[in-house]
């Protein structure tokens, strides 16, 4: 019994791979080989910040097309350079040009919270429900973004995201995946440090106070600085990034804020 | 023929795999997004579902049954659906390298389609013949492209609804596709009405 078990399993087995293998070689499909170049030099990390969906898509476009698109976001201009190279095109490149901004800078102490939250623990499931936060437009701090993150630039200090912009390629993954749509494209100057507003709740002050004491208050300060770039829309500032120049009073305006919810951070990557 | 007949109508629409058995349930969400792919999936499908059967009931009831190993019967199946898959990827990637990027994963995927088991399953103990055998496989697979291309359709549509934003992707997919299922129900008086 066992013996017949094991001479037909084997006997069928070595038939269909048989098949498999002379079928396998009749239908070959010529591949690039310059397209298996490129994917070998590309990061692998499918970010999907190329625009296409994924690193081999990407590599077996930019083969076709015999140009590099807006480039490998992750591996830098270095990367695409070789990624040129190897298709015999010089590339007309782009430096990294945005990072992400988290537009809620409230810490644990600062946000209030009212209910106990007992649900899910995901920013999705909690934004159906409710009761997480009591700021409407605030971060929930479950971390849906960090999961999604494919170079782990997000983190979560004491409720507050934090982005490490030298890691952050701009992929965009974050700004789908935070339920509140806190995450914002914002350009880095080569001029100035990164600037931002890091609340994003469009309610009137006295509302804004009762649930946040980070919060926007849209007192109007940090625009009313000569030549501000701020400027407030729906109760809330925002930074025109367009306006920026190296005498941009940025400092100043942060320094006035009275809630200190104008961020910044050292000019990222350093250029 | 008759028999034939009937065997065609009930797997295609009463006792469909998706809808009333419930199989293959996951390229049936995923592939159901775009109509081009659906036809695509619901093809390949259709071609390892009827050679998976017909092959499956020749290995059956010449080997298996003749020397008395019917335990392997799992095995063999799933042996003769997995190099199948793999002759209709080949295929699909020489001669249509769209419709392989558009399927993706839920390609080689179909190895695991536990409709295609099933059908092998069923075939075997509803003690078909194997002109039987074939027609419920095709049917089979015709059922799955039929409820695929369905789904696809109302789903292209419903992209362009304006739908609260809670039931907005897999939610509202998940109830029409209980729509779906219960609208084929209703194919169950078929048969008594005539």
Not at chain 1, 4 to 13: C, D, F, P, R
Not at chain 2, 4 to 16: D, E, R, V
Not at chain 2, 137 to 149: N, P, R
Request: hydrophobic letters at 45%; aromatic letters at 10%; glycine letters at 8%.
């Amino acid at each position: 019994m066992i013996t017949t078990a094991i001479i037909t399993l084997g006997v069928a087995g070595f038939i269909f791979s048989l098949t498999l293998a002379l079928l396998s070689k009749r239908l070959k499909v010529e591949e690039d080989p310059r397209a298996l170049k490129v994917i070998e030099i590309l990061p692998g990390l499918n970010c999907g910040a190329c625009g296409f969906s994924g690193c081999r898509a990407f590599a077996e476009a930019v083969v076709r097309e015999g140009q590099i698109f807006n480039g490998c976001l992750p591996g830098g201009d270095e990367l695409n350079q070789q990624i040129s190279a190897v298709i015999g095109v010089t590339a007309c490149l782009q430096s990294k040009s945005q990072v992400v901004v988290c537009r809620c800078g409230a810490e644990a102490s600062e946000k209030k919270v009212a209910t106990d939250y007992q649900g899910l623990l995901t920013c999705r499931a909690a934004q159906i429900t409710g009761g997480a936060l009591d700021c409407l437009y605030g971060c929930l701090a479950f971390g849906d973004c960090l999961k999604v993150c494919p170079v782990s630039a997000l983190s979560l200090e004491n409720k507050k995201i934090r982005v490490d912009f030298s890691k952050c390629i701009a992929c965009g993954k974050c700004i789908q995946a935070c339920p509140r749509n806190l995450f914002e494209l914002v350009p880095w100057s080569k001029v100035n440090d990164l600037y931002w507003v890091a609340c994003n709740n469009t309610e009137k002050a006295l509302k804004v106070k009762k649930v946040c004491s980070r919060g926007c208050i849209s007192c109007t300060i940090c625009a009313k600085v000569s030549e501000s770039p701020y400027y407030i829309k729906n109760n809330l500032s925002y930074l025109d990034y367009t306006k920026l120049s190296s005498e941009t009073p940025l400092e100043a305006a942060k320094t006035k804020c009275p809630t200190k919810c104008i961020f910044s951070a050292k000019n990222p990557k350093g250029a | 023929m008759t028999e034939l007949l009937l065997i065609f109508i009930s797997t295609l629409l009463i006792n469909n795999f998706v809808l009333s058995y419930f199989l293959g349930i996951c390229p049936f969400l995923g592939v159901s997004g775009k109509i081009e792919s659906a036809i695509g999936m619901g093809l390949a499908v259709t071609f390892v579902m009827t050679l998976a059967t017909s092959i499956s009931w020749l290995i059956y009831h010449l080997i298996l049954v003749k020397f008395n190993l019917l335990f392997l019967q799992y095995v063999i199946f799933i042996l003769v659906i997995a190099s199948l898959v793999q002759m209709v990827e080949m295929f699909i990637r020489k001669f249509s390298s769209g419709l392989y990027q558009a399927l993706g994963i839920y390609l080689p995927l179909i190895t695991t389609n536990c409709a295609i088991l099933g059908a092998a399953l069923f075939m075997v103990s509803r003690n078909y013949s194997f002109l039987e055998s074939v027609v419920f496989g095709f049917s089979g697979g015709l059922g799955f492209s039929l409820v695929l291309l369905v789904m696809a359709g109302i789903r292209q549509e419903l992209e362009d609804a304006d739908v609260p934003r809670v039931f907005k992707g897999v939610p509202l997919t998940l109830i029409t596709a209980g729509l779906l299922a219960l609208i084929f129900m209703g194919f169950s008086g078929l048969f008594s009405s005539i």
